[in-house]
């Protein structure tokens, strides 16, 4: 009989020590949420032990303008929970507040949390209770080891505990290397929210976005040394900075097929996709474009140039120079020949009186014209006003022979190509040339609602190419840049072509339409990722860095521009501008040829006269 007393006296001692503990865990409950400034709260419980705590909370909430919803989980189905968790969802997005008092019932409660946890790979990427749900728990010592096998998902959860005594811990969840974890949160830190819900500040904490790629579409991909793929262009540098800023890294997923691309982000197998930001009423209906959109003003035609017939015979080894090139060399040859003749034979008879004069003039003509083939010749000037002539002729005919041999020796191995067009006008003109344009893109929009003629007969054009040829609207970007490299006589109108192509490798021309275009970032219908790359993209475009890093990406290309700018004119023949340099040195030379005749002239007279006093 004693035994029984003291049993029962046992058991109603532990009760109210454990309800002195709840009551504490309560107290902490309402010091936490009146710290966080929780408008609404979603307050979940399963036992009804805990009816007089909850009576407490609903107390508390009626002094202050805060709304909740009560759900007791013994009296809901789990279809009935999905319905209750998507509403929720639905009304609290994207701050989403729950508390959970957990009952005796171990795997009751365990099923609750691993259904939550488990909802947002359930629902087709509509919902994110992972980043987005804030969890204040109340659960016994002994369900906290179990937890840890639950929360995979969930990032923020935080744990009171109730302890015997009345004492009272709180723990708040921690991500790890290893996994969950949960820490002790310090008394005096209760009331900071950073302490409470560290993951906050982390973003998403590192979740795995899929990011559909196409190649050559405002991104590059080059292959490393290691045989790892590497995308770069400025669209790349965006997402970079997004990835950081929302901390969530990315699995590229490549497709050549935009179309392809578009159809899995709606089936959302892709969580993030980017293209034209074009608005129309069906595709609103299928995918949501994230704003601001970006300006990029580079639509483009790819071309390749045509092989130009090498010309033969004597025609063909004055190819290197144009005809008025050798007019001025004709013109300094005769000048300096004139020149050199004057300077030499009156100089020498005039001033010094010398008979050593060679008499000979056809030396001095055949002398000059030999050293536009050869470095020097025989000639010796026998004064300095000849010899800084003849040092001027000579320097003249080394840069004239070299650039001469350089040219020729490279238009007899490099088969010469030229520009097919210059103007969009020309290539709408062209009967035998195809054009294509890639499918399923903005730019087939901006072609159909063009006001501007030469467009209108472009688009025409194409149209008129793709009954012939059914590939010219062809999606897959790779094909048609292949179409383009090895049909000698096929253009490719396409958004970002300059940049999107290395020079060094494929040999492409590229002339601008003068059409801009916008850029985007698509997601599916009600991602849950819309309003973070929202607001952070307009961040970005308020604070300059969208248009930063769209300068930095063209200086960085602007040296590949440049090489095909160069590579263009490698088969212009050789005209007076780009000579008109060396051109100077003939006229310099002369002029300091007649300067130093006059004063040698001045130094003769001079010494006569001297002489001529002296003997008087």
Known sequence: ??????????LTLTMILGTTSRKNAVKTLITMIDMLKWRKLNLFYDDKIHNKFIDEILKYLDDTEAQRNLINLGEISASRLEQTLMKIHASDFPDIHFVYLAGVNHSKSLEFIRSVNNYDLNS???TDFRSKSQWILIVSSSFVSELKQVLLDLCHVV??????????EVKTLVKTPTGPNFVNVRPDKLRIKDDLFPNIKYGYNGRNLILGMVPYFYIRSHIMNNGSIKYVGWMMDLLVQLAHTLNFTYIEYESDDYKYLIQKTIRREIDVLYGEYILTQERSRLMHFINPPMKYDAVVVLY???KEDKKTGWIGILRPFEYNVYYIII????????VYTLVEYIAMRSFRKSTKVSKNLKEIPFGLFGSLFQEGGHLQPKTDTGRILLASWWLFCVVIASSYSAYLISSLVFEPEIEPFSSLQQLVELPDWKIGIPGDTGVIDMFKNSSDETIKLLWHKIQKSNTTQLFSLDTNITRQYERVKKTEKYAFVFADGLRSIDNKDDCFSTMRIGLSVQVSFYVPLQSPLIRDMEQTVSRFSDNGLLNMLFKADLRKHSCEWNNQLISKQKDQTIGIGNLLGVFYIVPIGVVFAILGLFAEYLYVKIYELRTNTFNK
């Open 304 to 306: 390749r140039k045509i």
């Open 124 to 126: 087709n990427k509509t």
């Open 331 to 338: 013109i300094a040859y005769i000048i300096i020949t004139c």
């Open 1 to 10: 009989m004693k035994v029984v007393k003291r049993g029962v006296l046992l």
């Open 159 to 168: 744990l009171v505990v109730p302890l015997q005594g009345g004492c009272v």
